[in-house]
């Protein structure tokens, strides 16, 4: 979570026509930008990586529900049905964020950006089956560059050590978790406002992150609360906040193309912070599985209201 990856699902951008603006394009590079750094304070905290991800979850919780209540009355009504969904999406979404960063700290950080990512292509496999029909040239472009990059990067990681490649793995698990998260929300995407469904699967998402970190040992309470203050900033506010602004102004294809900043600036961060060097062969990986990415996003299909 991915880096992602970003909880917005990739689908947001609903007009045929978008209507974008510098300002809309300076936001969404601006979120992706700020995302691309929740990687680096969740090294920086000293809490373990899980615990992390609670407190991202937590610290923007009464953030996410003062921006639900500006929101139209009929877009925060949830039934019971539509409640235990968004509730039941929120679970996976911890899930996928407490794989993602169990593996970062493992793995170099512009790997676990473009596996946390990873939830775009698993979306678009899971449509196929769903359509069952054959793939699209684009689409079968982005399988097979996705897998050469994810060859390219995990033969890396393996031969600096089974480590990285356990934490490649996890990363590429929390994609998973990430596109189940996404696939459950579609339905709800149509009849509820975007930050209260943030809200309401944040709310679901803390708990759960709080037992996995308990489970699995780790520090809780920071001593240090700034990288924790500054990953809920970067990460769950300007990142979801812009994102949420600026996607519905754009087409897929320009997303997908935002979208490739992030491993990109991932990547730059972990060279410069923590000395993690790029062998070619990495370069090609990580090009390869950004196009397929990009590509992923260029096949999307308006959603129709």
């Keep these: 979570m991915s880096t992602t990856p970003a909880t917005i699902p990739p689908t947001a951008a609903s007009s045929s026509a978008p209507d974008w603006t510098p300002r809309h394009l300076l936001a969404l590079l601006a979120a992706n930008a700020a995302l691309a750094l929740g990687a680096w304070f969740v090294r920086l905290s000293d809490t373990g990586p899980i615990a992390a991800g609670f407190w991202r979850l937590t610290l923007a919780l009464p953030v996410l529900y003062l921006l639900a209540t500006r929101e139209p009355a009929s877009q925060r009504r949830m039934g019971p049905g539509l409640l235990a969904l968004v509730i039941g999406a929120g679970v996976f979404f911890a899930l996928d964020l407490a794989a993602w960063h169990f593996g970062l700290v493992r793995t170099k950080l512009g790997n676990a950006s473009l596996f946390g990512n990873s939830g775009s292509l698993i979306v678009m496999v899971w449509g196929l089956f769903v359509a069952r029909r054959a793939p699209r040239v684009l689409e079968i472009a982005a399988i ?117 900043t992030q491993p990109a600036l991932t990547a730059t961060v972990g060279w410069f912070a923590f000395g993690e060097t790029l062998s070619a062969t990495d370069v090609v990986g990580m090009v390869l599985l950004a196009a397929a990415l990009a590509l992923a996003k260029a096949g999307d299909r308006p959603a129709k209201a």
């Design 144 to 260: 097979g560059a996705a897998l050469g990059g994810a060859a390219l990067l995990m033969g890396g990681s393996l031969e600096i050590g089974h480590a990285n490649l356990v934490g490649d793995l996890f990363c590429v698990l929390g994609g998973v978790f990430y596109a189940v998260y996404i696939i459950m929300l579609n339905g709800a995407r149509e009849k509820l406002g975007q930050y209260s469904m943030l809200a309401v699967s944040t709310t679901a998402s803390a708990p759960v992150m709080l037992l996995v970190a308990v489970a699995m040992g780790e520090a809780i309470w920071p001593h240090n609360w700034t990288p924790l203050i500054a990953l809920a900033i970067s990460s769950q506010l300007i990142g979801q906040g812009f994102l949420i602004y600026s996607l519905r102004h754009f087409t897929p294809l320009v997303i997908g193309l935002a979208l490739m």
